[in-house]
């Protein structure tokens, strides 16, 4: 599975913003699909993952009721919905992909390229 992550930009405190994660390879539909971010300096953090059909969700806390993931089986697609953003999720976002729902990098064996988001105070 390939994995392209695209937009992320720069965003007012308070504002909103969809990233989408295109994928490419067949079994795309058997994957739990996630989303981590990574700020300067710190380490890449878990923020979301939706199992393959959907149905199950996961999100941390810093960011549950601001953030809602879904997916697009048919397009291959799989979204991070960002709403009332906040300065401190500035950071570069990454989808990733594996074969269990896990807020645990090491479960995830698929990568995509990342895409930078900005929240200005």
């Known amino acids: 599975v390939q994995l392209q992550a695209s937009g992320g930009g720069l965003v007012q405190a308070g504002g909103s913003l969809r990233l989408s994660c295109a994928a490419s390879?067949?079994?795309?539909?058997?994957?739990?699909l996630g989303w981590f971010r990574q700020a300067p300096g710190k380490e890449r953090e878990f923020v979301a993952a939706?199992?393959?059909?959907?149905?199950?969700?996961i999100y941390a806390d810093s960011v549950k009721g601001r953030f809602t993931i879904s997916r697009d089986n048919a397009n291959n697609t799989v979204y991070l919905r960002m709403g009332s953003l906040k300065p401190e999720d500035t950071a570069v976002y990454y989808c990733a992909s594996g074969p269990s729902s896990s807020s645990s990098s090491a479960r995830y064996c698929y990568w995509g390229q990342g895409t930078q988001v900005t929240v200005s105070s």
């Open positions: 939706i199992n393959w059909s959907g149905s199950y969700t």
């Open positions: 390879g067949r079994t795309f539909s058997y994957y739990t």
